[in-house]
Structure formats: C-alpha cells, structure tokens
C-alpha cells in the first residue's frame, strides 16, 4: 500500500504560479512511476505530467509543456510540479498518483495507475 498527500493548491490570477507537492509514504518498491492528473468540473480525469522513479524521465501533456515542471526529492520521497504561467483552463482539482508502470503510452492513461492522493483545488481567475 502507497499512501499520497497533496499540497499547495490554491486560488491565483492567470500568469500566475503554484508550486503543488504530494508526500508518498508506506510500501516501497524498486521502480515506479508518479504522475499528476486533473479533473474539472464536468469534464474526465486527465494526465498532466509524470516522473520515473529515477528522475531521469519526465512526460508531460502538450497543454502544460513548457508551463510545467516535475521534479522528485527522493530524500523526502516528494514530488514537486511547478506551475507556472497558469491560465484559467488550469482550474481543477490536481490529484497525485502512482503507478507500477515504468514506461511507454500507459503512463497518460489514468487507469494504469494503482493509488491517488485526496486531491487539492487549483483556482486560476482571468
């Protein structure tokens, strides 16, 4: 069992930043997968950015490249995801997660992952 608790969300104008942290404890494993997914009013759980393990490997979805950056402190076993640029399609709840899956087209798809944090609100106003 993984247990994951996200940080940092709030309320902040477009062009703005966050920086949203999600804290893993409990069951260790040699190789994993965590990721952030989003889910708006109405609309499906979507990917947002994943990090092997290592560090080594990030993925992101176009809507975020070059807006958002993963990162991992394995030390604190702490992912990070630095928003920056934030537009008001941003506003979702942001949801932590971990998967077994350590590569390849199953990383953007929701189901592959096997726990998922409570969820923080993320509010970008235009």
């Known amino acids: 069992q993984v247990q994951l608790v996200e940080s940092g969300g709030g309320l902040v104008q477009a062009g703005g930043s966050l920086r949203l942290s999600c804290a893993a404890s409990?069951?260790?494993?040699?190789?994993?997968?965590m990721g952030w997914f989003r889910q708006a009013p109405g609309k499906e759980r979507e990917f947002v950015a994943a990090?092997?393990?290592?560090?080594?490997?990030?993925y992101y979805a176009d809507s975020v490249k070059g807006r958002f950056t993963i990162s991992r402190d394995n030390a604190k076993n702490t992912v990070l995801l630095q928003m920056n640029n934030l537009k008001p399609e941003d506003t979702a709840v942001y949801y932590c997660s971990w998967t077994r899956v350590t590569y390849g087209p199953s990383l953007y798809r929701k189901d592959e992952y096997d726990y998922w944090g409570q969820g923080t609100q993320v509010t970008v106003s235009s």
């Open positions: 409990g069951r260790t494993f040699s190789s994993y997968t």
């Open positions: 990090i092997r393990w290592s560090g080594v490997s990030t």
